[in-house]
């Protein structure tokens, strides 16, 4: 595909060249030889770039959120019980105020006689508390959250630049056909292999020699590199102001000068892409000790620091969110079918379920956070029993990085609410892929197609946690995948 793009390239700038009876010093076919070759290589280093600092941000960002979850768990181990008067515990001790009736006057209800039991009064008790508290309190908690720092491009180019050595041979490797073929299209075979050895060999002296005076630990890794980058931009221009006529581009200082610096830049840019890539997939070690070290700053270590009541405050509301409001949602949709059909075992059971949930402590939820894997999944699947049937499938505990492990359930928590919720389905199938340093979720279900109008609370936790997701309809069935980088 790229190399018609190329072939085109070159036809639009023979016609446009004829067209405005430009002087041609090259022929029609070699010009379009040239764009051929050009125009993929550039497509792939912008390619190599963009991953590359899309890579960078996504450890970044995990790196942050590590440093805020053991920043707060720091600051609950010394006191578990919230103190003070903040807003949100003002809303959280409210909100256990109107659970804890509820959940009391079920218990009463539950004492009485089968035949005097309201059961739908309390189904719509629930939807009720619901929609007006429980909804609410979970959107004004999620909006003060705390969003991991863009990384800057000039943290980027040091951490690339200055803490690893120079990958100069596979730029060379890399550039040597492009700068080949634009040199002999317009200066001829000499000149073009003049030139291109000469900057080679130059290239590879000063980086050979930088690299001997690191070894011997004369200069650090970054005042190497700095040397190794400025004898590129100097060296190779003082040499071809001296080059005699029949090998050098030009007689003219300024278009030799304009040639020197487009090369130069060229490939400082190359190594810049191609050194933060190769570090990436190689190294990688090596760049999360620089991303911690320039996340360790103050400028960052007080961003952390005062982020822990908001951490809190996500948490409370992915709680509420999830396992409450998704548990009551459970014990109103088992209500009205028994209410209906007169089961009083089936609602008996729903409301000891909601009772049990409103009960709760909401506002120390550290527990429920602590509780390992196997305890979440098996309360997620319990808590929809008679509703639908939940299959999950994960991969093994020691195989996942704490983060992912705790963000994967939650995902998969607030995916099946939704199924059920909004898609009424009543089989869910949750597999997983682990390849390398990528956990794939999908959740494949039956029910109604799930419209995706405007972003809720789920759509905001799966863009939190999930670096991937998508929804569509496979075979007749809704399918729900998330992926996330598992760091271990």
Not at 282 to 300: D, F, G, M, P, T
Not at 383 to 408: F, H, M, Y
Request: hydrophobic share 45%.
């Amino acid at each position: 595909m790229l190399l018609c793009l190329g072939i085109i390239r070159g036809l639009v700038i023979n016609t446009c060249a004829h067209s405005f009876n430009l002087v041609q010093v090259v022929s029609d076919e070699y010009k379009i030889l040239n764009s051929t070759i050009a125009l993929p290589s550039w497509f792939i280093a912008v390619a190599i770039f963009v991953e590359s600092r899309r890579t960078y941000q996504r450890v970044s960002q995990q790196l942050f959120a590590q440093a805020m979850r053991k920043e707060q768990e720091t600051h609950e181990r010394r006191d578990l019980l919230p103190k003070g008067e903040s807003s949100a515990e003002e809303l959280i001790a409210r909100l256990q105020f109107i659970t804890s009736n509820l959940a009391g006057d079920i218990q009463k209800l539950l004492q009485r006689p089968a035949t005097l039991r309201d059961y739908s009064l309390q189904a719509s008790r629930i939807k009720k508390l619901i929609a007006d508290d429980l909804r609410p309190a979970s959107e004004l908690l999620r909006k003060n959250a705390v969003t991991a720092p863009n990384i800057s491009f000039w943290s980027l180019v040091r951490i690339s630049l200055l803490t690893q050595p120079l990958r100069v041979i596979s730029v060379l490797c890399f550039s040597f056909p492009f700068l080949f073929v634009g040199l002999n299209g317009k200066y001829g075979l000499k000149i073009a292999v003049v030139q291109c050895l000469l900057l080679s060999l130059l290239f590879i002296i000063i980086f050979g020699i930088d690299e001997l005076i690191f070894y011997f630990k004369i200069f650090s890794r970054a005042l190497t590199n700095m040397v190794s980058i400025t004898l590129i931009f100097i060296l190779p221009f003082v040499i071809q102001i001296r080059l005699p006529p029949k090998y050098s581009i030009s007689q003219d200082i300024t278009t030799v000068h304009i040639y020197h610096c487009f090369l130069s830049f060229t490939y400082l840019t190359l190594i810049f892409t191609l050194n933060s890539y190769t570090v990436i997939l190689k190294q990688r070690a090596e760049v999360i000790l620089s991303l911690e070290s320039h996340l360790a700053n103050e400028k960052y270590s007080t961003l952390i620091n005062s982020s822990v009541p908001s951490m809190r405050n996500s948490d409370i509301a992915r709680y509420l969110h999830g396992e409450i409001q998704a548990g009551l949602t459970a014990s109103s949709l088992l209500l009205q079918p028994a209410a209906k059909a007169g089961d009083s075992k089936l609602a008996n059971e729903a409301l000891e379920r909601a009772a049990g949930l409103l009960n709760q402590d909401h506002a120390n939820i550290s527990f429920t956070r602590m509780a390992t894997r196997k305890i979440k999944l098996e309360k997620i699947t319990s808590g929809w029993k008679g509703i639908a049937d939940i299959s999950i499938s994960l991969p093994p505990v020691v195989q996942l990085d704490e983060a992912v492990l705790r963000n994967s359930v939650a995902l998969i928590e607030e995916a099946i609410s939704n199924s059920i919720r909004h898609a009424h389905a009543t089989e869910i199938l949750v597999t997983s892929d682990l390849q390398n340093d990528l956990l794939t979720i999908n959740i494949i279900s039956n029910g109604t197609p799930i419209s995706q109008s405007k972003a809720g609370l789920g759509t905001k936790l799966f863009n939190d946690l999930a670096s991937e997701w998508s929804y569509g309809i496979e075979s007749d069935h809704n399918r729900l995948t998330f992926v996330l980088v598992n760091s271990l």
